[in-house]
């Protein structure tokens, strides 16, 4: 009965959030520079053909001499019935469009995430229990530099090394496996020194709990209270900045998809702000919203699988 109630109450908190960035985003679409109505003539038409007569056809086709507010609710009435619109430039609906991309927003996320992981959790455990050591500040810096080197500038060092040197990788595209590795190297490197420093920190802060020297007293061997005590203690504040940094991924990595021609939900975002495509870049925020609810409502039912100590009434 408690998860139920923890639940109803968290999706209700995350439909207040959702809406709330719609209407934020929403609005925020028609105090920009210039006129609406005249940049989606513009191109939709192009230049040449977007006339006083095509931007007055296109304001009462859309609605857009209407009040704000009747505009929005509208459109919040097409999306609770399952219509996010249509694509002012493509003239495809909006969700299609998504869809589109969003397996290889998927695809890119997912592989970043495992390349962080796998070297972020070693690095910082390394590091925690050779604390003050060679290998600590081997792991330490090598964590730093993954966090300082900027994913744009760390990518165009793989395509230069990897892509046209080598010549073992393609630099640009989508659909093969060889075309993964280096976007999801450049954001899963950069993401791993987070990782790494965060495990660090949380592996040390165990290590140093009474309940920790009590199982060395009593000889319990050190795999066993790295694997049974240590690491599983110190996963909660590493879930949260995982679970942060999906939620980045799910949204699209902008910089490494227009660096690599990766056709994701970042690039298309961008490319709707660009066309100014209302109607996209109000389904693309909405999706990122509800990614972001989700993320958050995910790990935080997570931490009451973790530690018993967490209680759902706490988590409110």
Known sequence: MLMDEYLLKRMVSSVIAITGVSLLTFLLLFVLP????????????????????????LIRQEGLDQPVVLQYARWLKGVLGGDMGISRISGKPVWQEINVRLPATL?????????????????????ALQRGTCWDHLATGTSLIGVAIPNFWLGL?????????????????????????????TVGISMAGITARLTRSAVIDVLGQAYIKTARAKGLPGHVILGRHVIKNALIP???????????????TV????????????RLLIEAVHNRDVSQIQGCVLYIAIVFCLVNVFIDLLYTRLDPRVRLNDRD
Request: proline share 7%.
């Open 34 to 57: 210039g006129d609406p109505a005249e940049m989606l003539a513009i191109a939709k038409y192009g230049p040449r053909d977007a006339t006083q007569a095509a931007i007055d056809h």
């Open 107 to 127: 695809y890119l996320a997912g592989t970043s995430l495992v390349i962080s992981l796998c070297v972020g959790l070693p690095l910082g455990i390394v590091a």
């Open 238 to 252: 590493i879930i949260t900045i995982a679970g942060i940094q999906l939620g980045h991924l799910l949204e699209g």
């Open 157 to 185: 060092i793989l395509i230069l090394v990897f892509g046209l040197y080598l010549g073992w990788l393609p630099t640009f595209g989508y659909g093969t496996l060889p075309h993964l590795v280096l976007p999801a190297a």
């Open 255 to 266: 910089i490494i998809e227009m660096v690599f021609a990766w056709p994701g939900i970042g």
